[in-house]
């Protein structure tokens, strides 16, 4: 990570005080002192500041429940920021792995990691990503097999000039599926559908790779070390 983001997570400091201390030369990395917050410093460096020795805190990995009208944002907006929900400290430091919509509910994975969740967001990790869609229109059961077959072939969405990754349509009701992708381009589920000719009128996800949705709206609980671990076996 970069040098300053290593001071903050090491220190009390904030990043403008941690970039104070790099500039000033108060900080050294392998035994040379560096003025540059960008570098990157991993944990087997050894970072001393006025001699001692900095060491990083732990990652924080976490699950939550996304109620509907709240964002996928560390402030709030027109509609307020689900880190509200979150009782911990330096919230500041989180972010979001694979956003969601403001209207759309389900799982959400919170991290201070940023190779973790780029791994996760990354769509050649082919993470999956399982959605319930509440659709408007009945889909008529003579075309179920002809939509499932195109949802896994690719679909051509609006402004993209190639098809989307093959994906898994599982029909539930004629207005209700389960949708599985690997991918997230923007707003994509709805695109999907709308690219098919129907509009999506509820959006909830249910899974991200094999961590599943256990908890009720507005819940959040720290992952395990084997479901953290599970997103770097994709």
């Known amino acids: 990570m970069r040098l300053d983001k290593f001071v903050c997570k090491s220190t009390e400091l904030t990043r403008k005080e941690a970039i104070q201390c790099i500039h000033s030369g108060e900080l050294s990395v392998n035994g040379e002192v560096t003025m540059n917050e960008a570098v990157q410093v991993h944990e087997n460096n050894t970072v001393l500041l006025h001699g001692a020795r900095l060491k990083a805190r732990d990652f924080r990995y976490i699950l939550m429940h996304k109620p509907a009208g709240t964002v996928c944002s560390n402030i709030d907006e027109v509609y307020p920021s689900l880190f509200n929900y979150l009782e911990i400290d330096k919230v500041s430091e989180l972010h979001i792995a694979g956003r969601l919509d403001a209207d759309t509910t389900g799982l959400v994975l ?111 609980r720290y992952l395990s070390k084997n479901e953290v671990e599970s997103f770097n076996n994709n």
């Open 110 to 220: 919170i991290t201070d990691d940023g190779r973790w969740s780029f791994h996760i967001t990354l769509p050649s990790s082919d993470c999956r990503k399982v959605y319930r869609v509440q659709l408007s229109q009945a889909i008529p059961a003579e075309r179920s097999s002809d939509l499932v077959t195109q949802f896994k072939q690719g679909l051509q969405l609006q402004g993209e000039l190639g098809l989307t990754r093959p994906s898994k349509l599982d029909i539930i009701t004629p207005k209700e599926v389960l949708l599985t992708i690997t991918e997230g381009k923007f707003h994509q589920v709805k695109r999907m559908f709308a690219a098919v000719g129907n509009r999506v009128v509820g959006l909830h996800r249910e899974q991200i790779g094999e961590v599943c949705l256990d908890l009720d709206v507005g819940q959040w």
